[in-house]
């Protein structure tokens, strides 16, 4: 293809050559109107019948909504062009034609459910509302592996199919691996604490997680991207201090960075990355609050997991993110360090937006003994997890880390609805295609 010029940049006075989708046609008789749209936005390209070639006018308006066109000519000044300035063409060539029939409308003019538009997501990412979302995403994600360079992370990728379970438990989707049963990875937890006992010592992965749990809500998914973080030398308070850098990273980011997008979601004006430091509530202060609020059917007592009912109340007495800490050991996974002085009370954490839970996290057990009975507490066999408890006989320094989903930070961040907005081709428990 020939120097391509963005609609954005196309300046009067240029000769250029524009590409993309047809997203409106106008016909006012003598004259007519097409609105070419590329990732940068839109121009008009203007047809006088009477003072074009045939061919090439009936090129132009016979070319269906959303074909993909390229056209040749000179750019002017218009003002009254959705744009300023419109191309006369000299040249028009259609290299994709598109069905008159299309499953969704692009112009965002007719609404289409979320299931239709999932099932048309090629379509559905043409709206500017989809296509800011993601790249909102985007820009999340390099703000947050800039974050870590800048803290000494070194990005790693593990396997995600694996001989065990991270947890253990059911929710694992079995693979067959050349005739031996294997699964999906839950989390790279064990791996990326393997790798704090080796010369990286501080590392983070950006990557997939599969959990077969039988969800089916607006922010469940069966397929996640997290963000997962681990360090040797730290402790849980430290980490939570780098769980918190991150976040404000990418809210950061995302004000400096992505007004435009911000302003076609209707939330620039109230869009604000948080300053402050996030409250670090105990968990008991946290079930204390929860039931002063009144919202519960029932009191919450010691060793009850956290409500979605209760999240919420608490999130609107918090009125932002906040932590939550000294979780009871026995809801909390075998790798998270008890308190020496208090065995029933773990060092793990979560880190809560008003809406939701966002972040898991916690100072991890690195001596071999108490790790092992960690496992034999949980009912877990430790012989199955041997690559990993064996390495915890050979020097694992402390450490501590956490995790948080891609998806529920964007949809928290962007106050989406449905947790299947913050991701291109959601998996869940109907949807396997596309």
Same mark, same amino acid.
């Given at each position: 293809?020939q120097?391509?010029?963005?609609?954005?940049?196309?300046?009067?006075?240029?000769?250029?050559?524009?590409?993309?989708? #047809?997203?409106?046609?106008r *016909?006012l008789?003598?004259?007519?109107f097409?609105?070419?749209? *590329?990732?940068?936005? +839109?121009?008009?390209?203007?047809?006088? +019948?009477?003072e074009?070639?045939?061919?090439?006018?009936?090129?132009?308006?016979?070319a269906?909504?959303?074909?993909?066109?390229?056209v040749?000519?000179?750019?002017?000044?218009?003002?009254?062009?959705?744009?300023? #300035?419109?191309?006369?063409?000299?040249?028009?060539?259609?290299?994709?034609?598109?069905?008159?029939?299309?499953p969704?409308?692009?112009?965002?003019? #007719?609404?289409?459910?979320?299931?239709?538009?999932?099932?048309?997501?090629?379509?559905?990412?043409?709206?500017?509302?989809? +296509?800011?979302?993601?790249?909102?995403?985007?820009?999340?994600?390099?703000?947050?592996?800039?974050?870590?360079?800048?803290?000494?992370?070194?990005?790693?990728?593990?396997p995600?199919?694996v001989?065990?379970?991270?947890?253990?438990?059911?929710?694992?989707?079995?693979v067959?691996y050349?005739?031996?049963?294997?699964?999906?990875?839950?989390?790279?937890?064990?791996?990326?604490?393997?790798?704090?006992?080796?010369? /990286?010592?501080? #590392?983070f992965?950006?990557?997939?997680i599969?959990?077969?749990?039988?969800?089916?809500? @607006?922010?469940?998914?069966?397929?996640?991207?997290?963000?997962?973080?681990?360090?040797?030398?730290?402790?849980?308070?430290?980490?939570?201090?780098?769980?918190?850098?991150?976040? +404000?990273a990418?809210y950061?980011?995302?004000?400096?960075?992505?007004?435009?997008?911000?302003?076609i979601?209707?939330?620039?004006?109230?869009?604000?990355?948080?300053?402050?430091?996030? @409250?670090?509530?105990?968990?008991?202060?946290?079930?204390?609050?929860?039931?002063a609020?009144?919202?519960?059917?029932?009191?919450?007592?010691?060793?009850?997991?956290?409500?979605?009912?209760?999240?919420?109340?608490?999130?609107?007495?918090?009125?932002?993110?906040?932590?939550?800490?000294?979780?009871?050991?026995?809801?909390?996974?075998?790798?998270?360090?008890?308190?020496?002085?208090?065995?029933?009370?773990?060092?793990?954490?979560?880190?809560?937006?008003?809406?939701?839970? /966002?972040?898991s996290g916690?100072?991890?057990?690195?001596?071999?003994?108490?790790?092992?009975?960690?496992?034999e507490?949980?009912?877990?066999? @430790? *012989?199955?997890?041997?690559?990993?408890?064996?390495?915890?006989?050979?020097?694992?320094? @402390?450490?501590a880390?956490?995790?948080?989903?891609?998806?529920? %930070?964007?949809?928290?961040?962007?106050d989406?609805?449905n947790?299947?907005?913050?991701?291109?081709?959601?998996?869940?428990?109907?949807? %396997?295609?596309?």
């Open positions: 293809m120097d391509r010029t963005f609609t954005a940049d196309a300046e009067p006075g240029d000769h250029a050559t524009v590409a993309g989708w #047809v997203h409106e046609i *016909d008789g003598g004259i007519a097409l609105i070419l749209r *590329d990732k940068t936005g +839109k121009i008009q390209v203007k047809f006088e +019948k009477d074009m070639d045939d061919d090439l006018v009936e090129t132009g308006l016979g269906h909504r959303e074909s993909v066109v390229q040749t000519g000179d750019v002017e000044e218009e003002e009254r062009a959705p744009t300023g #300035v419109e191309v006369t063409p000299e040249s028009m060539q259609v290299l994709a034609d598109a069905d008159p029939e299309l969704l409308d692009p112009s965002g003019k #007719v609404d289409a459910d979320l299931s239709t538009r999932l099932d048309n997501r090629t379509l559905d990412a043409r709206k500017p509302e989809t +296509k800011a979302v993601f790249e909102i995403r985007a820009e999340v994600l390099r703000a947050v592996r800039e974050y870590f360079r800048s803290v000494g992370s070194t990005e790693i990728n593990t995600k199919i001989a065990t379970g991270t947890e253990g438990g059911t929710e694992l989707f079995p067959t050349f005739g031996r049963e294997a699964f999906m990875n839950q989390s790279p937890q064990l791996f990326k604490q393997l790798m704090v006992g080796s010369g /990286l010592e501080r #590392v992965e950006v990557g997939p599969f959990r077969a749990e039988e969800h089916n809500t @607006p922010r469940h998914l069966n397929e996640a991207t997290m963000i997962d973080f681990e360090s040797a030398f730290i402790d849980h308070e430290e980490a939570m201090d780098v769980c918190e850098g991150t976040l +404000k990418a950061s980011a995302v004000e400096e960075h992505c007004q435009e997008e911000l302003e979601l209707g939330i620039a004006d109230e869009f604000e990355a948080p300053t402050d430091d996030f @409250p670090r509530l105990t968990y008991e202060e946290a079930i204390e609050r929860i039931n609020t009144g919202e519960l059917d029932e009191q919450l007592v010691w060793g009850d997991d956290l409500p979605t009912e209760g999240e919420k109340a608490l999130g609107d007495d918090v009125g932002g993110h906040y932590f939550v800490t000294d979780w009871p050991s026995e809801i909390k996974p075998f790798y998270i360090q008890d308190y020496d002085d208090d065995p029933d009370l773990s060092k793990g954490f979560d880190l809560m937006h008003p809406r939701m839970e /966002l972040v916690g100072q991890r057990e690195h001596r071999y003994d108490a790790l092992v009975e960690g496992f507490q949980q009912g877990l066999d @430790p *012989d199955q997890f041997e690559y990993y408890t064996k390495m915890f006989r050979y020097g694992m320094p @402390p450490h880390g956490w995790a948080y989903g891609v998806e529920r %930070l964007v949809m928290t961040m962007l989406l609805d947790i299947r907005e913050a991701v291109l081709f959601p998996r869940d428990r109907q949807r %396997l295609s596309p």
